[in-house]
């Protein structure tokens, strides 16, 4: 189980960093990414919502993606997603995430 949760871990920081506009470190424990998306909010042009709990319904609502804002913690500006699911799972959260981000920047 050591190796599949490592694997399961590696896969989700890899797919979260290589959405424009998200930026995800190494977690050092649990089975939860932190990946920061604050380049995506605020009011600028390249913004997808005032603030990370915005974003959290806009990815529930538009993309279908459960997770959780930042600011539940104490952390504006990130998002929190577990990673204790199937990679299938996982792969399937991160192709519908890049999918948001990917159509709100062609948008704009």
Do not use: Q, W
Not at 67 to 93: H, N, Q
């Amino acid at each position: 189980m050591l190796a599949e949760y490592a694997r399961r871990r590696r896969r989700i920081v890899d797919g979260l960093n290589a959405i424009p506009g998200i930026t995800c470190g190494e977690p050092g424990g649990a089975f939860y990414a932190f990946p920061n998306v604050s380049a995506r909010l605020g009011n600028g042009p390249n913004a997808l919502a005032k603030h990370s709990a915005e974003l959290a319904t806009l990815l529930l609502e538009k993309a279908h993606v459960a997770l959780v804002p930042g600011e539940a913690f104490g952390a504006p500006g990130y998002l929190r997603l577990s990673y204790a699911t199937s990679i299938e799972r996982i792969e399937e959260g991160l192709r519908r995430i890049g999918k948001f981000f990917a159509r709100a920047a062609s948008a704009a």
